[in-house]
């Protein structure tokens, strides 16, 4: 079941597309599942937005994500990703660029082939061949209200 999540620390919201909470003698622990249409990739960006929703969750139930799991349709199978102090570094500058590029409220230009970008969930906000200005003011109004004093727990 879907989960939202947010982080006052790193300024994100989102939605988790599973989180599983394991018992352990300490308590429960939350372990994050994100599930994708493909395989995996030769990129780390999965494991980047499995990474913050971990944060999330830390800061939200106060207790420590040590790992979670990325699961392929293609594959069918659970890719386990630890949370490494490197994966969380990747991160959270991964965080602090995207905070950058809204702030700018200027659209980078893609840098996908387009071939790859049909697999992309973004691909009707990001538009390649027509990034539009609508767009990114709805961009804008949906990531404000994400991160809105009301919208996190």
Known sequence: MALPLASRRLN????ADLVEF?????????????????KA????ADEVQ???QALCLE???GRAVPQGA????????????????????LTEETI???????RSAVTPPPTLRRERCRACSLIDLCRPDAVAKPARAWRTRMVDRLLSDDAVP
């Open 12 to 15: 994100i919201a989102g939605v």
């Open 22 to 38: 394991h018992r352990s003698s300490d308590g429960e622990t939350a372990f994050p599942v994100e599930y994708k249409r493909g």
């Open 41 to 44: 990739k030769l990129h780390r």
């Open 50 to 52: 499995l990474c913050a």
């Open 59 to 61: 800061e939200m139930t």
């Open 70 to 89: 990325l699961f392929y349709a293609e594959t069918k199978r659970r890719q386990v990703v630890p949370f490494d102090d490197a994966l969380r570094a």
């Open 96 to 102: 602090a660029a995207l905070a950058d590029v809204l």
